[in-house]
């Protein structure tokens, strides 16, 4: 089993801070190296957001499937300047570690350094960012307001091209919320921006639907395979019509209160009762309320036949 090194972390936390203004790179560094000399095991996770990648997450869940991953467009978060960044805490076998007083611990460091720590704001705490403005306000950034000597490390990254186990943040929100609509299972704690190994394995399976190197790190390969099956949900006509679910028959009305009493307590769906005839004892069949768009409704259908074993009808509203 990998051990957790100073040289993981550090290898691993140089490539997040590409981007970075140099002196919040440096600090952040200096962080990693500082925590590993006290016994914690921390990397860089979150640096540079750039502006169009702040507005495609923006767009989830709004103007493009899924589910909303973020409230901030591009330009609302001090992450799209290169003043912020975010980490994960890591055990000695390289898994990372959501929760826990090293967070606190960490935060204490950062503040040594004269890092802002998320872990003291009040209304939202953060444990896991730091960021360092130089006193500047985030509606000065907006009106282009920099400090001096604002140079970059690097040249400016698509910091979506390199997402791995142990990262966490905004970008792992958006990336779990594309998997997601693309029908792969994310873990029971859904888009919650940590990528554990619900979200690997998720990604794995991806790499191998589409042919791609199975290894759970979305690259610059993956997440533009990633990105071009999100973009074909995107451009797919919207079914509007009204559709609903029309059971087999029930021979009497006790059957029939018992299958709606399941239906109601599974489901929670609308049904109605539909009585075949007008003699004193009719055959029944079930209705349900509308699903709006046929694929949904042959989805409802196929689960009811799957679970109860009953004839579906699916039928145009």
Do not use: C
């Not at 619900?198 to 790190?217: N, P, Y």
């Amino acid at each position: 089993m990998a051990k957790t090194t100073l040289k993981y972390l550090k290898e691993r936390s140089e490539k997040k801070v590409v981007g970075l203004h140099q002196t919040i790179a440096s600090k952040a560094l200096q962080l990693v190296e500082m925590a590993y000399n006290k016994g914690y095991y921390i990397a860089i996770t979150q640096g540079l957001r750039t502006f169009p990648e702040q507005d495609a997450l923006y767009a989830q869940g709004r103007t493009k499937p899924g589910k909303v991953v973020t409230n901030a467009k591009g330009g609302q978060s001090i992450h799209n300047y290169g003043f912020a960044f975010d980490f994960a805490v890591f055990d000695e076998n390289q898994n990372p570690v959501w929760t826990g007083n090293t967070y606190n611990k960490v935060g204490a460091l950062g503040k040594q350094l004269g890092l802002e720590w998320g872990g003291d704001w009040k209304n939202f705490k953060d444990l896991p960012h730091f960021e360092y403005t130089f006193a500047l306000t985030l509606k000065q950034l907006q009106a282009g307001k920099r400090p001096p000597g604002s140079a970059v490390i690097g040249t400016v990254p698509n910091s979506n091209n390199y997402l791995d186990k142990g990262d966490q943040g905004t970008l792992v929100k958006g990336l779990q919320g594309k998997l997601q609509a693309l029908e792969f299972n994310i873990g029971s704690t859904g888009i919650d921006g940590f990528f554990g190994a619900a979200t690997e394995k998720a990604v794995k399976e991806f790499q191998k639907k589409h042919g791609l190197k199975v290894d759970g790190i979305v690259g610059t390969a993956t997440q533009s395979k990633i990105d071009a099956e999100y973009k074909k949900l995107s451009e797919k006509p919207t079914d509007k019509t009204k559709w609903r679910l029309v059971t087999g028959t029930f021979q009497n009305a006790e059957q029939l209160a018992n299958a709606i009493k399941r239906l109601k307590k599974d489901h929670g769906w609308l049904t109605y009762e539909k009585a075949e005839s007008l003699d004193p004892n009719p055959t029944y069949r079930i209705m349900t309320g509308f699903f709006i768009g046929k694929d949904v409704a042959e989805k409802a259908a196929a689960e009811l036949r799957k679970d109860y074993g009953w004839t579906v009808y699916v039928k145009e509203a």
